[in-house]
């Protein structure tokens, strides 16, 4: 069916091509016709100037999506007809649309062959991009001895996000357009194009082009140079004694120098232990030094350690009071986690954030932050149902603040996160219905007495029922390591699964035995390669079954290497679900459904009590 469709588009556009060339539109676009019409085309556009835009904008995007020749002159007429700051406007946008049609067309057409052939050799190149391809794209676009039409298909081919490849061609583009524009306004002096770019110009053109570049690779090495280290060699490194540690490590560093025998167990499972070695050789570090502090940073903390250690021993808690000393002692770099703490920062802002209170109100749903941004309505459907039972059932639209938590920034989390239970316990509520397991985790260690259940296991109790659907079809359960100990959970998630007619075929790790999808602990910013790891091995113990978690975090990261759902498509979209054409939303258009779906709960649901989130002022590190 694609390759029907792209073959298509292809006879498509070749007709085009054939038609713009056949009806000698091609012999239209020179100096000497615009010139000839310059008069007639002038008092059109002071007749009827929406329409003129309209019409020039009509021919120039295909001009220059199709890469037709004709573009350079059609520029130069935009200044002869619009006058150079009218001319500029209409240019700027109508070239960035073109050029960004271009890039799809490269992208849709032809970067799953070119990915199928180079895919190895192209990783590197991806990853590139998706760090500084901005950087690239704008110096390209700085200089015109580079082929227009090469950058617009050479970047169809990268991973770049369309929107960031349209803003950053419509600023780098627009010194050229200027000098194309301008030049047009002067139409009556110029012979040829080549009389508009000098070599001066062309020089200083591409100066430009190369200055952002440098810019950036002096300012990355300056960051690499003052920032402290990440991460550590693999052992042996330099051992410590215990004088000056820290009275929160001490007693775990202790406890596994005594009673780890080195069995292996855990390091067979884990990449951060079969690189650094046992938890017994990693208790031996001296944790009073910043170097050792950074390598907890590479730990998913996802408890799977303890879940399969004889001994039941907890590095997990070691590596997190590790990261919280880390944090107490200055060495904390908040710019290397800035998009997960923007992310959490905006969902505790007062724009974001809303809690609806109903009379009587003592059960509220707190639906974390990915869920409604991700799937809105089956976020809404999911509390309708719950408030078929709990008639009186209020909502938290807020965040659990878990990455400041997992980063080790406790002081700040304990403030906001704590802030949150005052108010609940103060206004009588006493449980919380968690959809996302991460807030089951946080709930149920700093709860302060709430009770805590996940939306799964409620609703399967209390006999939600899903229409039965593709009998005997085969998918497989991911368990999110938060929730590994709750086995209520997992069961309650298999027995909606198989209330949907879904045949559950279960991983080799699974239940208290699973491993992270590749989010946990963070590791993705400081050990990419590892987090990616975690996702491959889900997908090959799946076999090629479409995995079915219950995170929206888990879904959305296990969905870049292959088929993933979460449980609630499957309940409330089946069929779209299981021919994976649900619907999920992406940045920035999660942002937008959050709002909306914010004020559709603060029209709908009869709150007695509410509120937004108070602005919090906290320090920048949360030390």
Not at 33 to 53: I, N, T, W
Not at 112 to 117: L, S
Request: charged letters at 20%; proline letters at 6%; one cysteine or more.
């Amino acid at each position: 069916m694609l390759k029907s469709k792209r073959f298509l588009l292809v006879v498509g556009m070749a007709i085009l091509v054939v038609l713009f060339f056949t009806t000698g539109l091609h012999r239209q676009f020179t100096l000497e016709s615009v010139k000839a019409h310059q008069g007639r085309l002038q008092d059109a556009y002071h007749e009827h100037p929406l329409r003129a835009v309209a019409a020039f904008s009509a021919v120039y995007i295909p001009v220059i999506a199709l890469n037709l020749p004709g573009a350079v002159v059609l520029g130069l007429a935009a200044g002869a007809i619009f006058g150079t700051l009218a001319g500029i406007l209409v240019v700027s946008f109508a070239s960035s649309i073109g050029a960004t049609l271009a890039c799809l067309l490269s992208r849709y057409l032809l970067r799953d062959w070119v990915h199928r052939r180079f895919g190895d050799k192209l990783k590197r190149v991806d990853a590139g991009i998706q760090e500084e391809g901005a950087f690239y794209l704008f110096a390209l676009r700085l200089m015109p001895i580079i082929p227009f039409f090469v950058i617009n298909m050479v970047m169809g081919l990268t991973p770049m996000r369309l929107r960031t490849f349209y803003w950053v061609s419509q600023l780098g583009m627009l010194p050229g357009t200027a000098v194309f524009v301008n030049a047009g306004s002067q139409l009556g002096q110029i012979e040829s194009p080549g009389q508009i770019l000098s070599p001066r110009l062309l020089l200083s053109l591409a100066l430009l082009g190369i200055f952002p570049l440098l810019t950036r690779r002096a300012l990355n090495f300056c960051r690499n140079r003052l920032r402290k280290p990440t991460t550590v060699d693999p052992l042996p490194v330099q051992v410590g004694d215990d004088e000056g540690t820290s009275p929160k490590i001490e007693p775990y560093v202790r406890d596994i120098r005594e009673r780890c025998t080195e069995c292996g167990a855990c390091v067979k499972q884990c990449a951060f232990l079969s690189h650094y070695g046992t938890p017994k050789a990693i208790a031996a570090l001296n944790f009073n030094s910043p170097r050792h502090q950074a390598m907890a940073y590479e730990c998913s903390l996802c408890g799977l350690c303890r879940a399969v250690c004889p001994e039941k021993l907890d590095p997990f808690e070691l590596f997190l009071e590790i990261r919280r000393r880390y944090v107490t002692d200055g060495h904390f770099d908040a710019s290397v986690y800035r998009p997960i703490l923007n992310y959490e920062k905006i969902g505790i802002s007062p724009a974001f954030s809303w809690y609806g209170l109903p009379e009587g109100c003592d059960t509220v749903f707190f639906p974390g932050c990915a869920l409604p941004g991700t799937r809105p309505e089956v976020t809404v459907r999911l509390f309708q149902d719950l408030q078929k039972d709990i008639p009186t059932l209020g909502v938290v639209l807020d965040c659990c603040t878990k990455p400041s938590h997992d980063l080790g920034r406790q002081a700040y989390f304990d403030h906001v996160f704590g802030e949150m239970i005052g108010y609940l316990s103060n206004h009588g509520v006493r449980r919380v219905l968690v959809a996302c397991p991460n807030c089951y985790k946080i709930f149920s260690h700093y709860g302060n007495g709430i009770c805590v259940e996940t939306v799964y296991e409620f609703i399967h109790t209390h006999g939600f029922r899903p229409t039965p659907h593709h009998n005997g079809l085969e998918v497989s359960v991911h368990d999110p390591c938060s929730l590994r100990e709750e086995a209520a959970t997992h069961q309650a998630v298999r027995g909606l699964l198989s209330d949907t007619g879904v045949k559950v075929v279960e991983m080799k790790h699974r239940g208290r035995r699973a491993i992270c999808c590749g989010e946990g602990g963070m590791v993705g910013f400081v050990k990419p390669q590892w987090a990616q790891g975690w996702a491959e091995i889900r997908h090959r113990e799946a076999s090629g079954r479409t995995i079915v978690t219950y995170c929206a975090g888990c879904t959305g990261f296990l969905s870049r290497k292959g088929p993933a759902i979460h449980i609630t498509d499957l309940l409330y979209q089946p069929e779209r679900a299981l021919n994976g054409k649900v619907k999920v939303a992406r940045p920035p258009f999660t942002y937008l459904n959050r709002l909306l779906l914010k004020r559709r709960f603060k029209k709908e649901l009869n709150a007695k009590t509410s509120r937004v989130r108070p602005r919090q002022r906290f320090g920048e590190h949360g030390s």
